[in-house]
């Protein structure tokens, strides 16, 4: 019974240290190659893309909020989480992971994935699927994102104007 238990607490330590390795991995690529910056809007009411869905290879993908979050383990740091609906408007069964969606910033700076509870699942035909996508905030919006699906390597991408802000700080002000 107690090593259950143990196995099952390490198990779960093996988990998030995965995850948590990979953003790091996949955050920390040199983003130079990667294609062009965020333009700067000067009306920052505008909602840019946020509530449009875009098709990618058969996957009807939406971000339908897009919200500035506390980080968790560090202090002064913010979270931006992406509310994502996905369709699935093939025949066939698809795969959705915000593993395939990158963000940059308005410096055109590649966030780092923060490992929440992320979108990731095998999706039914004519299935829909909500989830989120979490990136460590650095610099400032608008951010761009985007979704390639490495199979097609098709991608389509996304401008984020308004964050809303869930922080304390917000709720101080």
């Not at 294609?35 to 000067?42: D, F, H, L, N, R």
């Not at 610099?139 to 964050?163: L, R």
Request: glycine residues 10%.
């Amino acid at each position: 019974m107690i090593l259950k238990r143990r196995f099952r607490g390490i198990w779960i330590c093996i988990l998030t240290l995965t995850i948590f390795l990979t953003g790091c991995i996949s955050g920390g690529k040199d983003t130079k190659d990667e294609p062009g910056g965020v333009p700067k809007q000067t009306d920052s009411t505008a909602k840019g893309d946020v509530g449009q869905d875009k098709d990618i290879s058969g996957i009807s993908i939406g971000i339908e909020k897009a919200l500035k979050l506390e980080h968790p383990d560090q202090k002064g740091k913010k979270v931006l989480q992406l509310q994502l609906k996905a369709t699935n408007k093939t025949a066939e069964e698809k795969f959705v992971d915000v593993f395939e969606m990158s963000v940059w910033n308005q410096e055109d700076k590649k966030l780092r994935i923060y490992p929440g509870d992320n979108l990731g699942t095998k999706l039914a035909p004519g299935k829909s699927v909500k989830g989120n996508g979490y990136y460590v905030i650095e610099g400032k919006g608008p951010y761009k994102v985007q979704y390639e699906n490495t199979e097609t390597k098709d991608k389509q991408e996304w401008i984020i104007n308004k964050v809303k802000d869930m922080t304390v700080d917000s709720s101080e002000k």
